[in-house]
């Protein structure tokens, strides 16, 4: 055995479907230890990508490569993350562009780890180095996204401008129009209902009978492009604009899904629906626009991006004609 050292390497026929932490041993003559250490800290590339599981089956003719100084992975989707985050940012508000699969804030069972990568958490460690603070930058959360959901939302700085954010979301000030994929053929309307913790089969959703309990919740959506087989009315997909009138957790998905249009991706408000549903790795909802009142000075602020690449893909093939088979 021999300390671990930078090389690359070409999986020879007889290491085959051999796991990565036992290809990277018998190649780079290192100890068991180390190529498991090697492999969860990021050093080591299985082709361009880097290999975090040493229970990954190498195939031969792979290229396999150690580096001794690449960073762990941790850090570079940190810095990937940093480099798109922050839209817009000034000494009331930041404007953020949350990437799906992270969360708001942490909900207080997280392991450290995770409350680390929560978004308030990183965009304090972006703000408290851009601005060469010491310690935490302060953040106040006015809204929020569900982990699943991609796409703008705004923190304030100041207690001033969380107060002043906070009644425009009260007296239905602020603009906020989502992106969506939805099953089926969805007509333009507005879901108007009051929703409920429990409607009585354990999920929140609308008050049952239209009894006025709960809270408000007002939906408009516009469909946009109807997708592969929506036409005839059952199954296919729409893609749709709603905005949002009031803010409550899950509106949009509940309204739709309810409606008999879950949203592609939804795992939870889909127990009602018997419709062939489309697979989806997240919840296709993406915030593509935010507009508010700047809290310092009362001008108006209007914010829009684009889907990320993974809602986009499934667009793409849900476009692709029926012929070429199914997502």
Request: glycine share 8%; net charge positive.
């Amino acid at each position: 055995m021999q300390a671990p050292r930078d090389g690359r390497w070409t999986v020879p026929a007889e290491l085959d479907r051999r796991p990565l932490d036992g290809a990277v041993r018998a190649l780079a003559s290192v100890s068991w230890s180390d190529a498991r250490r090697l492999i969860e800290t990021g050093k080591v590339l299985v082709g361009s990508a880097v290999a975090t599981s040493a229970r990954r089956r190498v195939l031969s003719g792979e290229q396999i490569e150690i580096r001794l100084h690449a960073p762990r992975p941790e850090t570079v989707r940190r810095r990937k993350l940093e480099g798109e985050l922050v839209v817009y940012a000034d000494a009331s508000v930041v404007v953020v562009n949350k990437p799906a699969g992270v969360s708001t804030i942490p909900y207080g069972d997280e392991d450290p780890a995770e409350q680390a990568s929560t978004l308030d958490a990183l965009v304090r460690e972006v703000l408290a180095r851009r601005d060469r603070l010491r310690g935490r930058a302060p953040l106040g959360v006015v809204q929020r996204l569900d982990k699943g959901t991609s796409g703008l939302l705004v923190f304030a700085r100041t207690l001033a401008a969380k107060k002043h954010l906070a009644q425009q979301l009260r007296v239905r000030a602020m603009h906020r129009q989502y992106l969506a994929l939805a099953h089926g053929a969805v007509p333009r309307g507005t879901y108007r209902s009051y929703l409920v913790e429990d409607r009585g089969d354990g999920l929140r959703g609308s008050a049952r009978d239209g009894r006025r309990e709960g809270q408000l919740a007002v939906t408009h959506v516009e469909p946009i492009e109807v997708l592969r087989g929506a036409q005839e009315g059952a199954g296919g997909v729409t893609l749709v604009a709603c905005r949002l009138e009031t803010g409550r957790t899950h509106q949009i998905r509940i309204h739709l899904a309810e409606a008999g249009h879950p949203l592609v991706g939804e795992t939870v408000y889909v127990r009602d629906y018997r419709g062939a549903r489309i697979p989806a790795a997240r919840l296709m909802l993406h915030a593509a626009e935010l507009g508010f009142n700047h809290p310092a000075d009362d001008r108006p602020m209007r914010f829009q991006v684009p889907p990320p690449s993974d809602f986009d893909d499934v667009l793409e093939r849900l476009r692709e004609p029926q012929r070429k088979g199914a997502i």
